[in-house]
């Protein structure tokens, strides 16, 4: 009876072991299907943008050295243009869930709005293999310390995304990911484009 007991809790603690190992990977959630938008489709899209948003697409999927000084200057030269800043890792499942919708949501609203990437928390090869596999139609600053993301109050969580009005005041920080592409152009809509509905 002992001995069955035994054998019992052994194979129950493995399977433990197992879902936690399996949960803690990700795989359900960090493997997520690229956009339908090809870049071609993408720059056709995006021609006719304003300048400060046509500078943006021009380097798109780019990764830029970034510092605190240089990410506030390109927010400063984005004046006029509301704003979203997603901060992503390569290695976060819930950033790499939501990496389609902002794929397909930074086409949509892309003359209207300007998007970033901050690469935080990452080393610079992962991001730009990641990048290369799931292309975005803006740039991403690389901040590898966090130093950035602090000094925009980007918080500890993965992903966050802050968007900004035309005049360059955060309306709102969502921590944490999107599930669904239709919440995120909801708060691209409402917090960066002022739309209420």
């Known amino acids: 009876m002992r001995r069955r007991l035994l054998i019992a809790l052994g194979v129950v603690a493995v399977a433990v072991v197992v879902v936690i190992g399996l949960g ?8 997520p299907t690229s956009s339908t938008i090809s870049a071609q489709d993408a720059q056709r899209e995006l021609a006719g943008a304003p300048a400060p948003l046509a500078a943006l697409h021009r380097q798109a999927n780019e ?8 990410v506030r200057a390109r927010l400063d030269q ?37 998007f970033l990437g ?15 596999r799931f292309p975005v139609s803006y740039p991403s600053y690389v901040d590898p310390d966090e130093k950035v993301a602090r000094s925009l109050d980007a918080g500890t969580v993965y992903p966050t995304t802050i968007y900004y009005d035309k005049s360059g005041k955060v309306q709102f ?18 917090y960066a484009l002022g739309e209420t509905s």
């Open 118 to 132: 901050l690469n935080s928390g990452d080393n610079r090869s992962d991001a730009a293999s990641f990048l290369k």
């Open 24 to 31: 803690q990977t990700g795989t359900d959630n960090s493997a």
């Open 63 to 70: 990764l830029l050295d970034g510092s605190k000084s240089t």
């Open 173 to 190: 920080i969502h921590q944490g990911g999107y599930a669904t592409r239709a919440k995120l152009e909801e708060d691209v809509r409402r």
């Open 78 to 114: 984005l004046r006029g243009h509301p704003v979203v800043v997603n901060k992503w890792a390569s290695w976060c499942g819930p950033c790499r869930f939501e990496f389609p919708f902002l794929q397909e949501t930074s086409v949509r609203y892309g003359k209207r709005v300007a």
